[in-house]
């Protein structure tokens, strides 16, 4: 199994809302930061969100639309997407930072594991 399952996609109209999960299927998930990125053919994986620290951060883009989320009794983290555009579909993808060091959230090498994605289609 992956390290990292997410789960929660598919496609609604521009300007809905969608709920994304990630979850660690064989244990306890208790990483020193979680993130979301997302990625479209062709291009690098973009930082969307990530939670460390008990604080929370945010790509510009999504500010005051998007929220990262830890339910601990879930074993998961999640992003909840408001109003999304269409040019926000894309495959987004969990990522886990296992150990202590920096502060580098906006940057997909920082993090450890990774999980498969999830598609987002937010259509216009």
């Known amino acids: 199994q992956a390290l990292l399952v997410e789960s929660g996609g598919g496609r609604v109209q521009a300007g809905g809302s969608l709920r994304l999960s990630c979850t660690a299927p064989?244990?306890?998930?208790?990483?020193?930061?979680m993130g979301w990125f997302r990625q479209t053919p062709g291009k690098e994986r973009e930082f969307i969100a990530s939670?460390?620290?008990?604080?929370?951060y945010y790509a510009d883009s999504v500010k005051d639309r998007f929220t990262i989320s830890r339910v601990h009794a879930n074993n998961s983290v999640y992003l909840q997407m408001n109003n999304l555009k269409p040019e926000e579909s894309g495959v987004y993808y969990c990522?886990?930072?296992?150990?202590?060091?920096?502060?580098?959230?906006?940057?997909?090498?920082?993090?450890?594991?990774w999980g498969r994605g999830t598609q987002v289609t937010a259509s216009s």
């Open positions: 990522a886990e930072r296992r150990s202590y060091g920096g502060t580098w959230y906006a940057q997909a090498s920082w993090y450890d594991y």
């Open positions: 939670a460390f620290g008990g604080a929370t």
């Open positions: 064989l244990r306890t998930l208790s990483a020193h930061a």
